[in-house]
């Protein structure tokens, strides 16, 4: 009697699915029930406190409020008005111009600095920790000092030294105290481009320098084909947040000019918070608006920009 092997039936979860049938999909990971419990104060923390009254004031940018009492429904009215205004555009003129300038000075003080303490030098270590301590003062003490060093120390010295141009504070004239808050920011700023150049500089390999030096290439010659391309990223990164973060000066301007002389450094942020007070209530949100937008399009340009220029 003959006898027929048979075949094994083949394993369909070894083979995997036939070419009509659809792909399996991983089964979703169920998260703990825990992870939200821990996650619903903070949720309503930052509800309750940013975007309740964020919303709120944006209604309230369509009324003629002036902070309490009745309000009327008014449309589009303060933002046509927000663009004829020569005090709200002379506040952005000067906000944006403050920034660019600032954020010039920062990154390139901070990069020089970065190059020179990453070289080999006496004491690295503590000059680097002498550079950082500017950036954990408080913004508004940094101001009131320099306030006085501007206002009497500063014409003091001016007055011996026969200076004249200096003989009066810098800051009650319209023409230079954007100077002043410029260094001042700038002063409180670098510590953290530093610290970013320096991070960067450090993620170099030093192989890359050796192989250059042995071809022969000058010191320029390395930090222009080597340092910078390497750490375009970073300079990047600096430029889109620093300038950024200079937007939405305040504190600083507050403690050095008060806005003065004049409204000649009056930044938007203060324009803001003075129409809080003087009854604009409505017409100031609708420029905080425009304001929050101009902030969120610059942070979606920097989570564009970055994304994938400096590796972790």
């Known amino acids: 009697m003959a006898i027929q092997a048979t075949a094994p039936a083949p394993d369909r979860d070894a083979a995997g699915p036939g070419p009509g049938a659809p792909a399996r999909r991983a089964p979703r990971r169920r998260v703990d029930a825990t992870y939200y419990l821990f996650l619903l104060p903070a949720v309503a923390l930052f509800t309750l406190a940013i975007t309740v ?7 309230y940018s369509f009324t003629d409020s002036i902070g309490f009492g009745d309000t009327r429904f008014i449309g ?11 005090a709200i555009l002379g506040s952005y ?11 010039v000075v920062v990154n390139v003080v901070a990069f020089l600095l970065a190059i020179g303490l990453a070289s080999r030098i006496p004491a690295r270590a503590a000059l680097r920790t002498v550079f ?5 003062v408080s913004g508004i003490v940094i101001a009131f000092v320099f306030n006085f060093l501007f206002s009497s120390s500063l014409p003091r010295l001016a007055s011996a030294l026969g200076i004249e141009a200096l003989e009066t504070s810098v800051l009650a004239n319209a023409d230079l105290a954007w100077t002043a808050i410029v260094l001042v920011t700038a002063w409180q700023a670098i510590p953290s481009a530093l610290l970013v150049y320096t991070a960067g ?4 390999p030093g192989e890359v320098y050796e192989a250059a030096s042995i071809d022969g290439a000058s010191g320029w010659r390395r930090l ?4 910078l391309p390497l750490l375009a990223g970073y300079v990047l990164i600096n430029l889109v947040i620093g300038f950024k973060n200079f937007l939405n000066a305040y504190d600083v301007i507050v403690g050095l000019t008060d806005g ?3 409204t000649a450094t009056r930044s938007v942020a203060m324009t803001i918070f003075a129409g809080f007070s003087g009854g604009d209530y409505a017409y100031q949100m609708a420029n905080a608006t425009i304001f929050f937008l101009i902030a969120l399009a610059l ?9 994938g220029k400096v590796a972790v």
Not at 132 to 136: A, I, Q, W
Not at 201 to 204: E, N
Request: charge should be positive.
């Open 53 to 59: 009254p964020a919303v709120m004031g944006v209604v």
């Open 260 to 262: 003065g002389p004049g």
């Open 224 to 227: 222009r084909s080597i340092t």
């Open 299 to 307: 942070a979606l340009v920097q989570l564009r920009l970055t994304r």
């Open 76 to 86: 589009l009215t303060n933002y046509a008005v927000l663009f004829s205004d020569p």
């Open 132 to 136: 950082v301590l500017p950036m954990v």
């Open 201 to 204: 500089i450090v993620s170099i």
């Open 93 to 103: 003129g000067f906000t944006v111009g403050f920034a660019l300038v600032t954020v």
